[in-house]
């Protein structure tokens, strides 16, 4: 599994990556969205970035992709506790 977080400032471009990571994944956050796919999904997500998004990117913009584990402890906190599936915290 993999966590993906964004800061993307432009609300157009941040609009449509969201709308492309909504094909892989689902939102935890408002910016970071959990992607239970293989590496190779992966891949194609981190190309389709580099090409499609990253050019488009101004000096503030950021992508982070987080790989953690399924065998890592949950810890929820707030509203994240109400969730069915389990979100997982490498430690």
Same mark, same amino acid.
């Given at each position: ?10 609300? $157009?471009?941040? +609009?449509? &990556? ?5 094909? &892989? ?7 970071? &969205? /959990?992607? $239970? ?10 190309? /389709?970035?580099? +090409?499609? &998004?990253?050019? $488009? ?35």
């Amino acid at each position: 599994m993999f966590l993906l977080a964004y800061d993307i400032h432009d609300t $157009k471009l941040r +609009t449509r &990556f969201s709308k492309f990571l909504m094909r &892989f994944g689902r939102r935890v956050q408002y910016s970071v &969205f /959990e992607i $239970k796919n293989s590496p190779r999904i992966l891949d194609n997500i981190s190309v /389709e970035i580099q +090409t499609r &998004f990253e050019p $488009k990117f101004s000096q503030a913009d950021s992508v982070l992709i987080f790989d953690i584990g399924d065998n890592d402890c949950v810890a929820r906190f707030g509203y994240a506790k109400n969730e069915e599936s389990d979100l997982l915290i490498s430690s």
